[in-house]
């Protein structure tokens, strides 16, 4: 497949095809590789209208030596558990999560970016709930899908210092809602204060804690982690953000560097105490923020057009490790 790898962006560009297990009459049937991206559904299924929807994303590289691997998705598979038993939803297990990750990336081989063009392959595990519902319960069907596209980086001005805006008019999620859950709802919830943020020139938004608003919770489709000149790693743990693998791995490899991993409750009013701020996730895996701006207060950390050192560190060896440049001493990548 010939594409422009090196100027791919972060949108769905079209495969050979998915790969789809369906779940009724209490099992799980055999997965399928299927070439019709379009799926049929019943009018009144349940993820339609009561929205039982979970996804995760990963991703798979194309590494130095020519091997083709899947960063973690054995964790990808435990949140979808975690999501799934949240929406009360059957959930695959995780050899059969693994085993559609895998087929999913050998069925579109060619689609994954060449070794040097910094594209990846782009995962897309999604699980619906498919029976026709009217009367509001769990579904009793499921379909479990993965789709791949590849993609470039997230933001286009890739490894460079973006501004972040505390989003005081809108929770991502409830105190004891579905934030640590992966669910479709939550996007949808968040689009409009995502809108609302570019349109007052901010490409990230930050959401604070949604029972006091005193804390920080996570951007938008990011975890917050801080670095402090004392040398801590911090990120905060609420019950309304979603675990970010990203961020998990990120701990490991800053533990390994001799950082203190700092997990616990991080004050808006106390970000001075970091000098570099970066929001991570599978998309972008750091994006660094040089400045947060909650409503007349604007917090600063670091250059404004350069990331700073710790989190380059960070970021080199996170990549270093999914592209096989760094050897991975933790047995994070799967080999397809
Ligand atoms: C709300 C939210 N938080 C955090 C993350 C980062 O999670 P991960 O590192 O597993 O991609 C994502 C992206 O999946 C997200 O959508």
């Known amino acids: 497949m010939e ?10 560009l079209p495969t050979h095809g998915h790969i789809q297990c ?6 799980w049937g055999e997965p399928e590789f299927k070439t019709d991206p379009h799926l049929s559904l019943h009018v ?20 130095a030596d020519g091997r083709v691997v899947i960063f973690r998705p054995d964790r990808n598979a435990e949140r979808m558990r975690l999501s799934a038993g949240r929406l009360v939803m059957e959930a695959p297990s995780e050899a059969l999560f693994l085993s559609a990750c895998k087929r999913a990336v050998e069925k579109n081989l060619d689609f994954v970016p060449p070794y040097g063009t910094g594209a990846s392959l782009y995962l897309r595990p999604l699980l619906i709930g498919t ?5 509001i319960k769990p579904s009793d069907t499921y379909s479990f899908i993965v789709l791949v596209t590849p993609v470039g980086p997230y933001y286009k001005s890739g490894f460079n210092p973006v501004e972040a805006l505390v989003m005081r008019d809108y929770d991502r999620a409830a105190p004891r809602g579905t934030g640590r859950a992966k ?22 938004i930050l959401f604070a804690d949604p029972k006091e608003g005193k804390y920080v919770d996570e951007f938008g489709t ?8 004392g040398g801590e790693y911090k990120t905060p743990v609420s019950e309304s ?21 700092v997990c616990g409750p991080i004050a808006l009013d106390a970000l001075d105490q970091f ?27 670091g250059a404004k057009d350069k990331a700073g050192e710790t989190l380059t560190k960070l970021y080199k060896e996170l990549q270093g490790i999914q592209y096989g440049e760094v050897p991975d001493r933790h047995g994070w990548l799967v080999r397809v």
């Open 241 to 261: 953000i979603l675990q970010s693998i990203t961020n998990e791995s990120l701990q490991v490899l800053a533990a390994d560097m001799g950082l203190k991993v």
């Open 22 to 27: 369906d779940f009724a009459d209490g099992k």
């Open 183 to 204: 669910t479709a709802g939550n996007y949808a919830a968040s689009l409009l204060p995502g809108l609302l943020g570019k349109k007052k020139g901010f490409p990230i």
């Open 3 to 12: 594409l422009d790898w090196k100027n791919l962006g972060f949108q769905y």
């Open 44 to 63: 009144a299924a349940n993820a339609l209208h009561y929205g039982q929807a979970i996804f995760e994303g990963l991703k798979a590289f194309r590494t």
């Open 222 to 229: 990011s975890n917050f982690i801080g670095i402090t000149p």
């Open 131 to 135: 029976e026709a519902t009217v009367g």
């Open 275 to 301: 000098s570099e701020v970066g929001a991570c996730g599978t998309a972008a895996v750091i994006t660094p923020i040089h400045a947060v701006h909650d409503g007349d207060r604007v917090t600063r950390f």
